[in-house]
């Protein structure tokens, strides 16, 4: 299986992409591991937020095939522990699916066709982050629950 992460727009934050990097890197000794930016949206003054959303909508489903299992990092998802977490990478893993696809949204979150298109919705918190952290955060989960599948010590049971 694949894990694509599909985020909007790059990130100028050095201590961010340090540390996104770290993690990236080491994801690949578990899983194929793919990140998708898409370019930030240029001239948002002169857009409605609908139109921002539908604009961000299109460019995350051009990077997704129908195959594709969508979930979305949305502050309305279900909220998992790490080790929760790790059992539905499991879960996804042992179902056949090719490529799982997460997608963060933007300042605004996501169209009405991006949730239509989704197979599911994710939370890291119920508090808020910039989209900078959840790149960061994300990353961290993820590796974290690869440790926890392969009984590594990086999660302290």
Do not use: C, W
């Not at 959303?53 to 998802?77: A, F």
Request: proline share 2%; aromatic share 10%.
């Amino acid at each position: 299986m694949k894990i694509t992460l599909i985020l909007n727009g790059k990130t100028e934050d050095d201590y961010i992409i340090k540390g996104f990097s770290v993690y990236e890197q080491r994801l690949k000794h578990y899983i194929s591991f793919e990140t998708i930016v898409i370019p930030a949206l240029k001239n948002t003054k002169a857009l409605s937020i609908e139109q921002q959303k539908q604009k961000e909508g299109e460019l995350i489903l051009k990077n997704i095939q129908l195959s594709d299992k969508l979930i979305l990092l949305d502050e309305s998802g279900k909220e998992y522990s790490s080790v929760g977490f790790s059992q539905f990478i499991q879960k996804e893993m042992n179902s056949g699916i090719k490529n799982v696809v997460f997608a963060v949204g933007g300042p605004y979150g996501f169209s009405e066709e991006i949730y239509k298109r989704a197979n599911g919705k994710i939370s890291l918190s119920k508090m808020t982050f910039s989209h900078q952290m959840v790149r960061l955060f994300f990353v961290e989960q993820l590796y974290r629950a690869m440790t926890i599948l392969k009984n590594e010590p990086y999660h302290h049971l």
